[in-house]
Each structure stands twice: as structure tokens, then as C-alpha cells.
């Protein structure tokens, strides 16, 4: 059966809808970032980034989320566009897009704005500002489209909710009313079946919810070379 190793965050949840919307049978292992099991020789070897998520199906090892999506996609044959070279491009552009923009900088402005030692304010505009651009974008496209891809569902859209939903904490309230349609995405795929069970695996096993020095250091490793 394949294992999927996940925590809560954005990333694994783009793969737990999958997997949930799929049907694909999975067993869930999930990696505590701030107990450190991410950074465990049995998780490495796995995933030499010490990142999750990451899956094993059989004799094939794959990690990053988008990488994931994209390779249960090919799979199953499921939530892809039409094969057509026009579409093709479409799917990876947009898949990227999500890959390289809208997860880092989300995370960035994440980081600097609530975890980081020092309230560094040209690194909490920088990110909040990217961060907004991107999801301005996914909401000029959402204005065009109904998902990303036109009309249907794809594994585009996953990637978009995997982020969009915790996109309040990420850019604040007042700039999550003004992206009505990736509200709406949110909204629509939030109410399917297969995303309230993703949702859910949160309480198939106990995660640690402080914040505290383990947890720092275990998250934040860099901070160690500030006091040296």
C-alpha cells in the first residue's frame, strides 16, 4: 500500500486531497515537524530535504507536493486536463506557478511576519507583498475560469487550495476579502466529501500544537547560528 508521510501544513494537504478524491488506498505516517522527525536518518533517506510531503508506492519514491500530484495524476489518469499540448502547457505553468511562487512566498510571509527572532519589516513587506501579487493573480484567472484550467477540476486546483485556504493567516483578513474568486475555489472544494476527510486526517494522529524551544529548533535550525 502506499505510505504517505504527511503533517497538517499546506504541502501534504494538496496530496491528502488527492489521495482522498482518487480513491487510492494510502496509509498515513505522519512526520511531527516540531517534535524533528522530519530530520530523522529513516525520513532522510526518504526525503533527503527533510520536507513532507513524501510518498512510497512500491518501488518508486517521490517528494515535493506538486511533484506528488503529478505523478498520481499520471497514475490513475485522474484530475488531468484533455491530453493536448495546449492543455499540457497549461497544467504545468500553473502547477509551477503554485510550486515556485505561491507556496514560497506564502511560507515567507508566514515566517517573517509570526516565527522570526527580529520583526524585520523590509522582509515582512517583501513577502507580504509577493505573496499578495501571486494571489492576485490566481484571482485574475479564477475571474476568467472556473478552475484554473478552464471546467475542470484538476490537480491545479488542488494546489491552490492547499494554500488558499490558510491564505487569511498568510496575507490577513483584509486582503483575503478582496480575492472573491479564490474565495469561491476555496469555498467549493472545501464542501466536497474528499476534502472534509483530508481535513480530518488531522485526527488520526496527535501532533504537537506548542510552540516552544523544541519546536524552534527543530523548525528553525539556522536560529542556532545566531548564538554562536
Known sequence: ????????????????????????PYEPVPIDGRKG????????????????????????????SNAILLYLAEKTG????????????QLLSWLMFVATGVGPYSGQAVHFKHHAVEKLRYAINRYGYE??????????????????????YTIVDMAVWGWARLAPFVLGEDEWAKLSNVKRLVDEISARP???????????????????????RHMFPQNTRLAS
Do not use: C, W
Open 131 to 152: 505573496a499578495e501579487r501571486h494571489f492576485g493573480i490566481l484571482d485574475a484567472r479564477l475571474g476568467k475560469h472556473h478552475f484554473m484550467l478552464g471546467d475542470a
Open 37 to 64: 522527525d522530519q530530520h530523522r536518518p529513516e525520513y532522510l533517506a526518504i526525503n533527503p530535504n527533510g520536507k513532507v510531503p513524501a510518498i512510497v508506492d512500491g518501488e518508486v519514491t517521490v517528494f515535493d
Open 194 to 216: 474528499a476534502a472534509a476527510r483530508a481535513v480530518a486526517l488531522k485526527d488520526r494522529h496527535v501532533f504537537k500544537a506548542e510552540m516552544d524551544d523544541e519546536a524552534r
Open 78 to 89: 485522474k484530475f488531468l486536463p484533455e491530453n493536448t499540448p495546449v492543455a499540457q502547457g
Open 1 to 24: 500500500m502506499l505510505k504517505f508521510y504527511y503533517n497538517t501544513a499546506p504541502n501534504p494537504m494538496k496530496v491528502a486531497l488527492f489521495l482522498e478524491e482518487s480513491g487510492l
